[in-house]
């Protein structure tokens, strides 16, 4: 190996600040970062395009030009080696004349798994892998997770009082936390694929579930309504603004037949039906939902709602991580609470996430926490 492994990292790393720059604008596809390098200096730097295609590798190549010949090839993630709407991207490496590949960690989607590096080796190119491999599938959790579970990565985002209450007995809940922290929730929208509600949220909030930092307006995620009766009203802020900011809203099939003419307005208003199965309770499955999301392309999905989906989503193990604002003020007893009951007798029962990080936004504080995996 004639480059130093110091090397491999500060490369990658580069690769890695290209591929978080597209985290959230490559659904169905992952984000992936490609940096060429000869002789130390890189020739092309470059990310998987909006939707997912290009990919960054033919975006790099592109720019590198003939230049591109016994180079180096930084990426993120596994090349592809299968045939789909592009030719594999390993294929185009080979072709371009790129000597080394050096790959940050492996892509679990069964065509490519593997494969691409067979490809790559099988053409006399050399191969190293996993140099910053944490990072690296730290970007893409939530393509993989798609891949191993059929379903999005999901965090759910709640915003409360010292006390874990998100509004005031009366239902006023503007505005718990400061401004600071609520044009951070902007940002984590425009990361995410969707954003996940219900409809009672939407019914005392109206909520238009956007970005709307200068700038990012494009970066506004899917906005997706469990509905199990086709509640949403017409004059609601999603449906208003559904021919601009795709909203999904999933029901049973039983309630998009019987309001036929409601479906008819929503439908034309640019609001898209999803039917999934009925739970045991009467309501939508979301175990059923969440996995018709990821056959739609969700990679990633954040949780913006009350009590009782938030309590859902943990009871039925959806949650992957939570992102807790709190606001440094006590709301009392008489408070709504951001969670239901869990029916926990013992402490071993409840639910149980790692603290990886914590920022402050003005008086506020944000915790990151990532639900403890069974060993």
């Known amino acids: 190996m004639s480059s130093l492994p110091s090397e491999h990292q500060h490369f990658m790393r580069h690769a890695l600040v290209m591929a978080n720059m597209a985290v959230g604008i490559t659904a169905p596809n992952p984000s992936v970062g490609c940096i060429i390098v000869k002789n130390g200096k890189v020739l092309a730097a470059a990310h998987t395009a909006n939707g997912g295609r290009p990919h960054a590798e033919a975006i790099a190549l592109a720019e590198a030009g003939s230049s591109a010949k016994g180079a180096t090839a930084y990426v993120t993630l596994e090349p592809c080696a299968h045939h789909g709407k592009t030719p594999p991207c390993a294929e185009s490496l080979i072709n371009a004349g790129i000597k080394r590949v050096v790959i940050a960690c492996l892509d679990p989607f069964l065509e490519v798994n593997g494969k691409g590096i067979k490809m790559l080796e099988d053409a006399g190119i050399e191969v190293t892998t996993g140099v910053c491999i944490e990072e690296a599938k730290l970007i893409n959790e939530g393509f993989f997770s798609v891949v191993k579970s059929g379903r999005p990565f999901i965090t759910l985002k709640t915003a409360t009082s010292l006390d874990g209450k998100i509004a005031l007995k009366n239902g006023v809940s503007k505005w718990i936390t400061g401004e600071e922290s609520r044009g951070y929730v902007h940002l984590m929208r425009a990361q995410?694929?969707?954003?996940?509600?219900?409809?009672?949220?939407?019914?005392?909030?109206?909520?238009?579930?956007?970005?709307?930092?200068?700038?990012?307006?494009?970066?506004?995620?899917?906005?997706?309504?469990?509905?199990?009766?086709?509640?949403?009203?017409?004059?609601?802020?999603?449906?208003?603004?559904?021919?601009?900011?795709?909203?999904?809203?999933?029901?049973?099939?039983?309630?998009?037949?019987?309001?036929?003419?409601?479906?008819?307005?929503?439908?034309a208003l640019g609001v898209r039906l999803i039917a999934v199965r009925k739970a045991g309770n009467g309501k939508i499955c979301m175990e059923d939902a969440m996995q018709q999301l990821g056959k739609l392309g969700v990679n990633s999905a954040m949780i913006e709602a009350g009590a009782a989906i938030n309590t859902a989503a943990l009871n039925l193990g959806l949650v992957d991580r939570i992102a807790w604002f709190r606001a440094p003020m006590v709301i009392g007893n008489d408070g709504i609470a951001a969670f239901g009951d869990f029916g926990s007798r013992e402490i071993n029962e409840v639910f149980k996430f790692n603290l990886e990080s914590r920022k402050h936004f003005g008086n506020d504080s944000l915790d990151i926490l990532n639900k403890i995996r069974a060993t």
């Open 192 to 267: 995410h694929d969707a954003v996940i509600t219900g409809i009672r949220t939407v019914m005392a909030d109206d909520p238009q579930l956007t970005c709307r930092l200068p700038g990012m307006e494009a970066g506004s995620p899917v906005r997706v309504v469990l509905d199990t009766n086709l509640g949403l009203p017409t004059e609601s802020q999603l449906a208003k603004t559904a021919i601009n900011v795709p909203c999904w809203v999933i029901t049973l099939q039983e309630s998009i037949e019987i309001q036929k003419e409601k479906v008819a307005i929503l439908q």
